[in-house]
């Protein structure tokens, strides 16, 4: 258990269906990510969220959305994915400092989508 | 663009065994990390090395930066099928508040 859970660890979607991925971290930080994991290629940073304030989006295609309410909380808004979008989708968190994020992030187990 | 080459991708050995996984980069970096992600599960942080030449021993694994922080090394001694895992790289720009991944070593140590 590293203090960073997500929900659901599994997603099944199609390609015209909304769902959301839930992160949440019990660690007290103040800096939440998004990352997705495939097969083969490194790990890609998707949205960085400082003190519930967007600080990084990767050129991520709009059909991810994320929401950050508080700093506990992460969301990612999934609709009209491509086949291509299935991968796994790991949350982080980290402390953060002044506004410099601190570099030792704590990951939660990721969710599993595949978009048929 | 800053990557991190990460080699061999894949490595199966026997128990007991050594082996010793790189890291490389043409880029500096402020500070490298190592983590170990298993089936099922997120990355768990190993080790942060910071400064050129730094050695840092955890168990049965030594993990090096290079001298001009520019690559990394992780030797893991006696190896044991409870190190079976995929081990990711990931190198920390000063300023950007990032971390850049290398693609990850996935190892297998059979009984």
């Known amino acids: 258990e590293t203090g960073v859970t997500q929900t659901p660890r599994h997603l099944v979607m199609g390609m015209t269906n909304k769902k959301s991925l839930k992160c949440e971290q019990h660690l007290g930080h103040n800096a939440m990510y998004w990352y997705k994991q495939s097969a083969k290629k490194p790990l890609e940073l998707m949205f960085v969220?400082?003190?519930?304030?967007?600080?990084e989006n990767n050129s991520v295609p709009s059909r991810f959305s994320p929401e950050c309410p508080n700093s506990s909380h992460l969301f990612l808004h999934l609709h009209t994915l491509q086949p291509e979008d299935s991968a796994l989708y790991l949350c982080?968190?980290?402390?953060?400092?002044?506004?410099?994020?601190?570099?030792?992030?704590?990951f939660g187990p990721g969710t599993r989508l595949t978009v048929t | 663009t800053q990557l991190l080459e990460q080699s061999p991708q894949f490595l199966s050995i026997q128990e007991g065994e050594n082996l010793t996984v790189y890291c490389n980069s043409s880029?500096?970096?402020?500070?490298l990390q190592w983590y170990r992600q298993e089936p099922g599960e997120g990355p768990v942080l190993l080790v942060t090395v910071v400064t050129g030449g730094e050695v840092k021993k955890l168990k049965r694994l030594t993990f090096q930066f290079g001298d001009a922080r520019k690559d990394s090394s992780l030797h893991i001694t006696a190896a044991q099928p409870g190190d079976t895992g995929l081990y990711l790289c990931a190198g920390v720009v000063r300023g950007r508040g990032k971390l850049i991944f290398g693609q990850g070593t996935e190892l297998s140590v059979k009984p």
């Open positions: 880029s500096v970096f402020s500070s």
């Open positions: 969220y400082n003190f519930k304030e967007q600080t």
């Open positions: 982080a968190s980290s402390q953060s400092y002044a506004g410099f994020t601190d570099y030792e992030q704590y």
